[in-house]
Each structure stands twice: as C-alpha cells, then as structure tokens.
C-alpha cells in the first residue's frame, strides 16, 4: 500500500456511530461464521471483497471467491474453532488473534486429508469500506510450530 494511502487510513476520523456499525458487523460476521451460516458472512462483505493468505498467497476473490474459501475451510476443517484472544476495532477495521483447532478431515490448499488435530494462531484483519459499510474481506496470516500443523495449512504434503 502506498504511504499516502496509509496517511489516508491514518486521518480516517470515526464517530461512535461508525465504532458501534464496524463492531456490529464484526459481531455479524463472527456469529455467522460460528453458525456456517454463508449467506450470512457475505452480507457483511462487499461484493468485491478479497480474502488473502499472506503466506501462501492465496487470494479469493469477490462473494464467490468468499464462498469458495469458506466452503474449503469449513469442508476440510469442520470442527475448526476459533478462540479469541485479542481484537482491535477501528476505522481502518478489525484486527482479531486467536486460538484456532480443528481436525484436518478435507483438502485444503489442494493438501490431502491427513485426519490429524491440528491448533494454530491466527491474525485476521477485516479492512473496512467506510462507503459500503462492509468488510473488504481479510487479510489472514497463520503460525504454529508444529511443522505439520504448517504444512498442513500451506497446502503441501506432511
């Protein structure tokens, strides 16, 4: 990103109003995903979101891309959880940690189904569009220090 446009996102001012709809959408999504509820997740996105694993460089584009990454995540993890350990709201978005587990029990990245339990952390930013009032999607970086667990979740062989 551009250091003007950083500057921009930076001069953003934000009112409670605009707090409480960021954090209320925020809210929407985390609930609907919890629920698999996708129709519900893409009404908090805009319509040419992007979801992105940085490490791999992955993207997903628009709602189809977004259904596409959902259905795959929740296809090859379908237990998976996510335990919040941290979140920031703003005008910029959301920037949430946490705890992530599940069981490896589909593809993943085009990765073979290995069965095992996996746990990793997640850093997830949700960049906000103060036009739309939805997220342009998110912005995913993953870790663990379990090598399998990163294999696994880059899609290679374990």
Request: aromatic content about 10%; glycine content about 10%; some cysteine.
């Amino acid at each position: 990103m551009a250091h003007d446009a950083i500057l921009e996102q930076l001069r953003r001012p934000v009112s409670p109003d605009e707090y409480r709809e960021i954090r209320d959408t925020w809210k929407r999504h985390s609930i609907a995903e919890d629920a698999r509820d996708i129709p519900g997740l893409m009404s908090t996105l805009t319509p040419d979101c992007v979801y992105e694993l940085v490490q791999t460089g992955h993207r997903w584009t628009g709602h189809e891309g977004a259904t596409a990454f959902y259905l795959e995540l929740l296809g090859a993890f379908p237990d998976v959880v996510f335990d919040l350990t941290d979140i920031v709201i703003g005008p910029q978005g959301v920037c949430e940690m946490a705890d992530v587990t599940g069981t490896h029990l589909g593809s993943w990245l085009g990765g073979e189904p290995t069965g095992l339990p996996v746990a990793w952390r997640v850093v997830i930013f949700f960049p906000w569009d103060p036009n739309a009032r939805r997220f342009r999607g998110e912005k995913v970086w993953s870790h663990s220090d379990d090598p399998v667990t990163l294999a696994i979740l880059a899609g290679g062989p374990v």
